[in-house]
């Protein structure tokens, strides 16, 4: 048996149960991790109340990334034995438990520096803003970076990774402390949403040229700035409305402005491009074995706080990442 937080009805998070179930058996080309850390993420909280792009079946454990130690590997796999620390990506969700099964291709050997709060932390915030800056913006040495949100967890990695990647990183954020968090992880500069104007910093900032790429995890009302804040070439790399509403944008500006809107979605690129996004996060797992990024551990708690973890970020309160153990 194993303890798990399960969703048994769509609804506010602190719906989550703790119960105990049996553990899942890997089926061919799967492992089963014995789970030692599992990031959380804002998709999570959308998903448990029936709000995310896909509704799994109930009851469901939710969760998409962890990190742990391989207990048994299914047929066909040849990459992995029982005691190899990893981390993973779960398609089908289910992390937030003591043990589950991912197709082996979803997972990645430890390199021996990394711990597992850190590692269970890495994929999904740092995947998405990999995949990002570097397939979908295109972002390239001494380009100007704008990332909203930028002490969250999508927001903090763009920054850490637009930073290593060469790029001049200006970071957005609502209060004076997550700014200090967001210099501290690698932005040139900070700009506070709450006070200032984004679109009058962004020009005074870049000598009126504006922004080269905008990586923005939050939409609503920023949205209206951010629309005049790109420069010639630019690209507005849409990743997600934690705002809570949708912008509506008025096609005319990307076509005066010569900019450029671009979707991104970590989930479907992961599976409609596993090659490159094996590639992605094996470099990712390189760049974290040596520093060059790092997930900012929020909070670890156990993982029956679950649903205060969610609660904090629905709250807007976290800076970087929290991990639950299980
Ligand atoms: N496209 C993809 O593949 C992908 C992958 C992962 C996540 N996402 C999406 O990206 C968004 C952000 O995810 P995340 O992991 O970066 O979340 P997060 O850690 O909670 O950070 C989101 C940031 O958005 C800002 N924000 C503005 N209004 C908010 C509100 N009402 N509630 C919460 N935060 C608010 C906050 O920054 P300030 O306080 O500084 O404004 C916060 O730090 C979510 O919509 C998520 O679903 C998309």
Same mark, same amino acid.
């Given at each position: 048996m194993m303890d798990a937080m399960v969703c048994e009805q769509y609804g506010p998070v602190k719906n989550l149960k703790h119960r105990q179930l049996t553990k899942p058996t890997p089926g061919p080309g799967e492992i089963r991790v014995r789970v030692s850390a599992v990031g959380v993420n804002f998709p999570d909280a959308l998903l448990v109340q029936g709000l995310y792009q896909v509704k799994p079946e109930l009851p469901f454990i939710p969760g998409i990334e962890c990190a742990g130690t391989v207990d048994a590997v299914g047929e066909r796999v040849s990459d992995f034995s029982p005691g190899d620390r990893v981390a993973a990506m779960s398609p089908r969700f289910g992390t937030y438990a003591a043990a589950v099964t991912v197709p082996a291709s979803h997972a990645y050997p430890l390199p021996p520096t990394l711990e597992f709060a850190q590692a269970g932390a890495l994929l999904c915030a740092h995947g998405t803003a990999y995949h990002a800056l570097v397939q979908r913006g295109a972002l390239q040495t001494g380009e100007t970076l704008l990332v909203t949100g930028a002490a969250g967890g999508t927001g903090l990695a763009a920054v850490q990774i637009g930073h290593a990647l060469g790029a001049r990183v200006i970071a957005a954020c609502s209060t004076q402390e997550k700014m200090d968090t967001a210099r501290q992880h690698g932005a040139d500069v =900070?700009?506070?949403?709450?006070?200032?104007?984004?679109?009058?910093?962004?020009?005074?900032?870049t000598g009126g040229a504006g922004a080269d790429v905008i990586f923005d995890p939050v939409g609503g009302t920023l949205a209206g700035s951010l629309s005049r804040s790109l420069g010639w070439n630019g690209r507005w790399l849409i990743i997600g409305f934690a705002d809570g509403e949708i912008p509506q944008l008025p096609l005319n500006l990307p076509l005066v402005k010569g900019y450029s809107v671009v979707g991104v979605f970590w989930g479907s690129f992961c599976e409609n491009e596993p090659a490159q996004a094996q590639a992605n996060h094996q470099q990712l797992f390189n760049m974290a074995a040596v520093g060059t990024v790092q997930p900012?551990?929020?909070?670890?708690?156990?993982?029956?706080?679950? =649903?205060?973890?969610l609660e904090t970020i629905q709250q807007r309160l976290v800076q970087g990442k929290i991990v639950l153990e299980p």
């Open positions: =900070a700009i506070n949403t709450s006070e200032d104007d984004i679109r009058e910093a962004v020009k005074s900032l900012r551990l929020h909070a670890v708690m156990p993982l029956t706080q679950a =649903a205060n973890a």
